[in-house]
């Protein structure tokens, strides 16, 4: 059942952490944008202009901190909300995260 139009960007390396979100969310939101590395995604975010980005913290290259400092620094991307899905679970991850500009 599809609950609302919104476009969702999900930036993660690890094939099997794609697959279970897009499991839970794409009855919901079948408008689901991925990609697998930190330059992919912020090309996606600037062409796709997604609602809501689903950011990994822990990418190999460009980590996630860094993605989501870039977009809050483009015009384009500022005003997308950024949430980091993590196994991190340290308060100096959270309050970084929360520094790059994740809500």
Same mark, same amino acid.
């Given at each position: 059942?599809?609950?609302?139009?919104?476009r969702i960007?999900?930036?993660?390396?690890?094939?099997?952490?794609?697959?279970?979100?897009?499991?839970?969310?794409?009855? /919901? /939101? &079948?408008?689901?944008?991925?990609?697998?590395?930190?330059?992919?995604?912020?090309?996606k975010a600037?062409?796709?202009? &997604?609602?809501?980005?689903?950011?990994?913290?822990?990418? &190999?290259?460009?980590?996630?901190?860094?993605?989501?400092?870039?977009?809050?620094?483009?015009?384009?991307?500022?005003?997308? &909300?950024?949430?980091?899905?993590?196994? /991190?679970?340290?308060?100096?991850?959270?309050?970084?995260?929360?520094?790059?500009?994740?809500?």
């Amino acid at each position: 059942m599809q609950t609302d139009n919104a476009r969702i960007l999900i930036i993660e390396d690890e094939a099997e952490s794609v697959r279970l979100l897009l499991v839970f969310l794409r009855d /919901y /939101y &079948p408008d689901i944008l991925v990609a697998r590395s930190g330059p992919d995604g912020l090309d996606k975010a600037r062409k796709g202009k &997604p609602d809501l980005i689903l950011l990994d913290m822990g990418m &190999p290259g460009m980590d996630g901190i860094d993605v989501c400092r870039r977009l809050k620094a483009e015009a384009a991307t500022e005003a997308i &909300p950024v949430i980091f899905i993590t196994a /991190y679970a340290f308060v100096e991850d959270k309050l970084r995260a929360f520094d790059a500009g994740a809500v």
